[in-house]
């Protein structure tokens, strides 16, 4: 265990800077300018951003595959070049690039050999990682003949032969229809259950919303937001939008504001709860029908977008 | 569930399977394998049409073209065997697993390399039926496999080396380049240095010389051409060298690619 690390962190990044270099060392372009975050054991973090905010270039350094110029990752407490820790991680790349000649289940006895899973545990443990990801009855087709889907799922399977205590994920959802989206989200929920932590990128926030207990938005290789989702968004409603039937000639309430009318129906957003009270009395009172009342709270959405510059989105 | 040290055999074998599935399953192996027996049933049976011994010239057309196509597809395919793996981004999955990156590049050298054999061994069957079809079968030609395999052995590092630090283009370039002085270097020794009159020069040639691969030093096709047997201790000496180079590119391979940014 590394000092100052603690025993209930999966993953610890303190100010990791990466800078892509040219040929010859012309030209440099930093992608990380100081990333820090802390994923605490067992929970699922949603690492969100905008296109080249520098997600898949974090979770390159943390699974080892680049080398950060500056700061310190851990991984469940060591850094991720010893062999023992990345025995206890898997890892799903972004858009997953397998060997189109094997099949799915070849694909999954040559991935358990290099984390050196026993033969007779990799023997038990396919079955069920090819039912859990949905692909019984097509592990024996070649990946060539796989689906975008069927190759994240295949890839999902992969990362989870270990066993692994710490799942990090680039993009799971990316590229899947609502049905594919769930299913992952599923999987992804199942592995908290278990007691692993999950660690994945996404720019799908409403799934990010859905199933994460903690999220960090990354800008510019930069960490502009991090915390526990209900911290970050609050629980205090923003809005109500308010639909009436039936109230043509009714006069909206000071603070509120019309924002459509269509035949003899109403729209009006409401900011205070006051207004709310007054605006529904008056509605009673005309004789006219309240055929909606919805409540808007921050979403992630909101958060994400006011943390994004405008040149960036 | 951890990987430990004790994996390490295992990983090198699965690694190995898969290069070679990799090649197998693939059409471009059987055109090329094809193609290589066609051209040496070809080039043996136009030794036929020369003047002499029609034996000698047949045998000898039918290694040199065992030879020099074995050396070709070692550059071929070697000099993609790193660097498509990062193109197709297939490396990510396996690196990001408990596999060091030396027990990556071993494993997919040994898989080439058993690619390499069967790719000679079909060759070297289709020259004996040849040679016995016209009565010139000598069983030395396994012999002479045997060393062509050596010299692959090393061929396939050097494009392993330049694969696991360059583009395939400049690869391919470099180890074409060492295959050419690998074949001509034997003669600084034996051809330019007798001929020089100053001592230095003379010292000169000799230390270029060997700091140059020698390939002929793993070559016996002109010795089994002429019914001549090896020198004493040539095995060894063949073995030695062809251990020591390639140990030596294989762990200089690891070095660089241990620190490469995987884009």
């Given amino acids: 265990m590394k000092k100052g690390v603690g025993m209930d962190e999966a993953l610890r990044l303190k100010g990791v800077e990466k800078t892509f270099r040219g040929h010859l060392s012309i030209g440099s372009h930093p992608v990380l300018r100081g990333v820090t975050l802390t994923v605490p054991k067992g929970v699922i973090y949603g690492f969100l951003g905008p296109n080249g905010a520098g997600k898949t270039t974090t979770l390159k350094v943390v699974t080892g595959l680049l080398f950060h110029d500056a700061g310190e990752v851990a991984v469940l407490g060591e850094t991720i070049g010893e062999r023992s820790i990345r025995s206890r991680v898997g890892f799903l790349p972004e858009t997953p690039y397998f060997y189109d000649y094997l099949s799915g289940l070849e694909l999954l006895v040559f991935m358990g050999r290099l984390l050196g899973v026993p033969s007779p545990k990799l023997g038990s443990r396919i079955p069920v990682l090819v039912r859990a990801v949905g692909l019984e009855g097509k592990e024996r087709l070649q990946l060539r003949k796989y689906s975008k889907?069927?190759?994240?799922?295949?890839?999902?399977?992969?990362?989870?032969?270990?066993?692994?205590?710490?799942?990090?994920?680039?993009?799971?959802?990316?590229?899947?229809?609502?049905?594919?989206?769930?299913?992952?989200?599923?999987?992804?929920?199942?592995?908290?259950?278990?007691?692993?932590?999950?660690?994945?990128?996404?720019?799908?926030?409403a799934d990010a919303e859905m199933i994460c207990d903690q999220v960090a938005i990354l800008v510019k290789g930069r960490v502009v937001r991090e915390g526990p989702l209900e911290s970050l968004l609050g629980s205090e409603v923003q809005f109500w939008d308010v639909t009436l039937r039936g109230a043509p000639g009714m006069a909206p309430p000071p603070g509120s504001s019309v924002l459509a009318r269509q035949g003899n129906q109403l729209l009006l957003r409401v900011e205070k709860e006051e207004v709310l009270q007054d605006l529904l009395d008056r509605a009673r009172s005309d004789g006219a029908s309240i055929r909606g009342v919805v409540p808007h709270k921050i979403s992630l959405e909101d958060l994400f977008l006011s943390q994004i510059p405008g040149e960036v989105r | 569930m951890v990987a430990d040290r004790s994996d390490v055999p295992r990983q090198i074998a699965a690694l190995a399977a898969n290069t070679f599935k990799e090649a197998t399953r693939s059409r471009v192996f059987y055109i090329l394998l094809a193609f290589a027996v066609c051209l040496l049933v070809f080039s043996s049976a136009m030794g036929f049409m020369a003047i002499g011994s029609i034996r000698r010239v047949v045998l000898d057309m039918g290694l040199a073209t065992v030879s020099y196509f074995s050396a070709m597809t070692a550059i071929f395919v070697g000099i993609g065997l790193i660097y498509r793996e990062i193109e197709r981004k297939t490396i990510y999955n396996i690196l990001s697993k408990p596999v060091s990156r030396g027990v990556f590049l071993v494993g997919r050298y040994a898989g080439l390399m058993a690619v390499l054999l069967v790719n000679l061994a079909a060759m070297i069957a289709a020259l004996s039926v040849v040679l016995t079809f016209f009565g010139g079968f000598t069983p030395r030609i396994f012999a002479a496999a045997g060393y062509i395999y050596l010299e692959l052995l090393i061929i396939t590092a050097v494009a392993l080396f330049f694969s696991s630090i360059t583009s395939p283009v400049v690869s391919a370039l470099c180890t074409a380049a060492f295959y050419l002085i690998g074949h001509t270097s034997s003669a600084l020794p034996e051809l330019l240095a007798p001929s020089l009159e100053s001592v230095w020069a003379k010292r000169l040639v000799i230390a270029l010389y060997h700091i140059l691969p020698d390939l002929n030093l793993l070559n016996i096709n002109n010795l089994v051409v002429h019914d001549i047997p090896e020198a004493p201790g040539f095995t060894i000496r063949a073995l030695a060298y062809?251990?020591?180079?390639?140990?030596?590119?294989?762990?200089?391979?690891?070095?660089?690619f241990k620190r490469r940014d995987l884009v």
Avoid at chain 1, 160 to 186: A, K, Q, T, W, Y
Avoid at chain 2, 244 to 256: D, R
């Fill in chain 1, 149 to 205: 889907g069927m190759l994240q799922r295949i890839g999902l399977a992969q990362a989870l032969l270990n066993d692994p205590d710490l799942v990090i994920l680039d993009e799971p959802m990316s590229g899947l229809d609502p049905i594919g989206r769930r299913e992952i989200r599923d999987i992804i929920l199942s592995l908290k259950e278990q007691g692993k932590t999950v660690f994945f990128s996404s720019h799908i926030l």
């Fill in chain 2, 242 to 256: 062809t251990v020591l180079t390639v140990g030596i590119l294989l762990v200089a391979s690891t070095m660089c």
